[in-house]
């Protein structure tokens, strides 16, 4: 039997999971609502709010697997990407767990635990498959080999998409965090009601900085007309511009598919966790005869479930690391 402590800390959730022989017990999640009031992540807040977190997560995680600490296996955490700062605390706290009880110490890519995330339930993808990784600090297509050999095949030159939906929320005036309120707004309106651009990039690449920039001079312009603009038309602005993010995702999906041959075609991260991406694939998949993979809700956001199932699949490859390990803020798939 193969008992698996998971940590992630890559932001600004810290999170604590039990794994046994590749089953999720428990999956404790403590988010950090001190970022709401600055309307984005500040990262020396949330470096000090881990490290308050920490202890009590990962004991609540220990009590709700109904096991004790005696019998975990090995310590699987967060390495990278992320804030620098977020990242020490977790690390530092899995280093001592697991020196203090000579376990073995298990590194893990945040980008790759995302995508892992399809093998904690059923369905489970087969190798090889499309992963359209997308959150606040990311968007790529993976090309999935292997559990840890995968390939990369395009990603966002500047905004990642969920940093377009929060940079989009801060100009529409809605609260931190942006993105699931466009999404509850976008269920309300008329996709069609404003027309945006699409970004023309080569190959399997994105760009939202452009989008971002076109949805501030629509919303500008309209408010010089009409300052009542966004209060009388906030659900058709935030349907227009979740329908372009959504296409803009899209459209490189079937074109890596059309690429790579592979028709077995799943979500990962923040943003798989928004209605219409969701949907949208769904109904593609229904259309070109894929077989599509969209996680659970829970496992969409920053977990730990998902950290600790990489664990476990790296715990039978015997693939360990020294106490000398340190984070990176930047770590490729």
């Avoid at 403590?30 to 984005?40: R, T």
């Avoid at 479930?305 to 340190?326: N, P, R, S, T, W």
């Amino acid at each position: 039997m193969a008992v698996i402590l998971g940590i992630e800390s890559s932001c600004d959730e810290t999170s604590a999971s039990i794994c046994i022989d590749g089953e999720i017990k428990s999956n404790i999640i403590a988010g950090q609502a001190v970022h709401a009031k600055y309307g984005g992540v500040v990262p020396e807040l949330a470096s000090r709010a881990h490290q308050q977190n920490v202890i009590p997560t990962v004991d609540q995680a220990i009590q709700e697997a109904k096991i004790s600490k005696k019998e975990i296996d090995a310590v699987a955490f967060t390495r990278g990407p992320g804030l620098l700062g977020s990242l020490l605390v977790g690390t530092s706290f899995a280093k001592s767990f697991a020196l203090a009880r000579q376990l073995p110490l298990i590194e893990v890519n945040h980008m790759q635990a995302h995508i892992l995330a399809h093998f904690i339930e059923s369905p489970k993808p087969a190798f090889p498959f499309l992963c359209l990784t997308v959150s606040g600090g990311h968007t790529q297509i993976v090309l999935v080999k292997d559990y840890f050999e995968m390939e990369l095949l395009g990603q966002t030159l500047d905004d990642a998409a969920g940093e377009a939906f929060d940079k989009t929320a801060k100009i529409l005036n809605l609260p931190y965090p942006g993105g699931p309120l466009i999404d509850k707004y976008a269920q309300e309106g008329n996709p069609e009601a404003f027309r945006l651009p699409e970004p023309q990039i080569p190959g399997l690449n994105f760009s939202f900085s452009g989008l971002k920039t076109a949805i501030l001079y629509m919303v500008q312009g309209k408010e010089a007309e009409n300052p009542n603009f966004l209060q009388e038309n906030m659900a058709d602005v935030c349907a227009s511009v979740q329908s372009r993010i959504v296409s803009i995702l899209l459209n490189k999906v079937k074109k890596a598919v059309k690429q790579s041959g592979v028709k077995d075609v799943a979500i990962a991260g923040g943003v798989s966790a928004n209605s219409g991406l969701r949907q949208g694939l769904l109904e593609l998949g229904e259309k070109h005869n894929w077989n599509v993979f969209i996680p659970k809700f829970e496992y969409c956001t920053d977990n730990a479930a998902m950290i600790a199932i990489a664990g476990y699949h790296k715990y039978l490859k015997g693939e360990f690391v020294a106490q000398d390990i340190a984070p990176l803020a930047r770590m490729h798939v």
